[in-house]
């Protein structure tokens, strides 16, 4: 099941840099996760300053 990106995140944009493949696209107030593009590694929330990203 794909991470998800919840309302504390900060636009900040680590999750796009620690995706390895590519996944996470720049939205207009955050950043969009492509279900079906998504491995569900893990990375993004990782990275994450504000631990905006959560599983399912």
């Not at 636009?11 to 079906?36: F, L, Q, R, S, Y």
């Not at 593009?37 to 905006?52: E, K, N, Q, R």
Request: aromatic share 2%; with cysteine; glycine share 8%.
């Amino acid at each position: 099941m794909a991470y998800t990106i919840n309302d504390d995140c900060i636009n900040c944009g680590a999750c796009i840099d620690e995706c390895p493949v590519e996944a996470i696209t720049a939205g207009d107030e955050k950043p969009v996760i492509d279900a079906d593009t998504c491995i569900d590694c893990g990375a993004c929330a990782s990275g994450c300053p504000v631990d905006a990203l959560q599983e399912g």
